[in-house]
């Protein structure tokens, strides 16, 4: 396979994966097993193409709660998820410090999809009979915060599932509430996570890196994330996450019988 063919296929992994509550880092890593490794700059432009759709995607609704400060409502929905990016941001930098790294075989990750899938499964039934809240707690912003240092740490888990079901368990019951609000805090996260990783690539020359297949992968990453995230946000609207769960559980069970 050509380099140019297994960058477009990392771009559209990454695009779908990112948002859907599937794990983009555990499906990267996994797709680079067996595509080949690539750059950390390379990992870091797609995530950034990404991160560029969702800004687009949310564009309207951003715009409505900056230039919309003099509502209270805006202005407390805006304080919470800038709580909630302080969370993630405190507890992403102690990882840091403390030098949490992540694992780089197939079997955590596996493990972490199943493991994962079956939690969804459970959150699912847990709230089905309740009733749709759409309210955006402080307790919710804190959770929906520290379930992202979570999924930083493990691959495999998904900054997406775990934020849109903290959020759930939290009190916001509403799956298209939780699910906008996770990510509208991913937005800042990413692109805070992103930006840290340029610099820490600063000063390193990419000598050998293909500027083609990077710039390909970068759009194909945006357009394929676009089109997911506004996929999920119609899908949430009319269904649970309950196929999403049992994807994981047997893309997991099957990735620890190919790992064997």
């Known amino acids: 396979m050509s380099d140019l063919l297994q960058a477009v296929w990392l771009g559209v992994i990454e695009g779908i994966t990112e948002f859907l509550p599937i794990s983009s880092t555990g499906h990267l ?15 870091v432009a797609i995530q950034a193409g990404a991160i560029l759709a969702a800004v687009v995607v949310f564009w309207p609704r951003l715009m409505a ?17 800038v709580f909630a990016f302080v969370i993630t941001a405190v507890g992403g930098f102690a990882a840091k410090k403390l030098g949490v790294e992540l694992p780089q075989t197939v079997t955590p990750v596996a493990a972490a999809l199943i493991v994962g899938g079956v939690i969804m499964l ?7 009979e309740r009733t749709a809240i759409v309210e955006a707690t402080w307790s919710v912003a804190f959770w929906v915060g520290a379930s992202q240092i979570l999924a930083a740490v493990f691959p495999g888990t998904s900054r997406s599932a775990a ?14 509430a939780a699910t906008e ?3 509208l ?3 800042p996260t990413m692109f805070a996570a992103t930006a840290f990783e340029f ?4 000063g390193e020359a990419p000598v050998h890196e293909n500027w083609q297949a990077l710039i390909v992968a970068f759009i194909v990453s945006a357009v394929v994330a676009f089109i997911a995230v506004r996929w999920l946000l119609r899908y949430v609207q009319t269904h649970r996450f309950t196929a999403f769960a049992w994807y994981r559980i047997i893309a997991g069970i099957a990735l620890l019988a190919i790992a064997r």
């Open 29 to 43: 890593l996994i797709a680079e097993h067996w595509l080949g490794a690539r750059s950390e700059l390379f990992n």
């Open 65 to 81: 709660l900056l230039f919309g400060l003099r509502e209270p409502a805006n202005r407390d929905y805006l304080l919470k998820l």
């Open 122 to 128: 459970i959150i699912e039934w847990f709230l089905s």
């Open 163 to 176: 934020t849109i079901f903290a959020a759930m368990l939290a009190g916001m019951t509403s799956r298209p």
């Open 181 to 183: 609000f996770a990510f």
């Open 185 to 187: 805090v991913g937005i």
């Open 199 to 202: 610099l820490q690539l600063r």
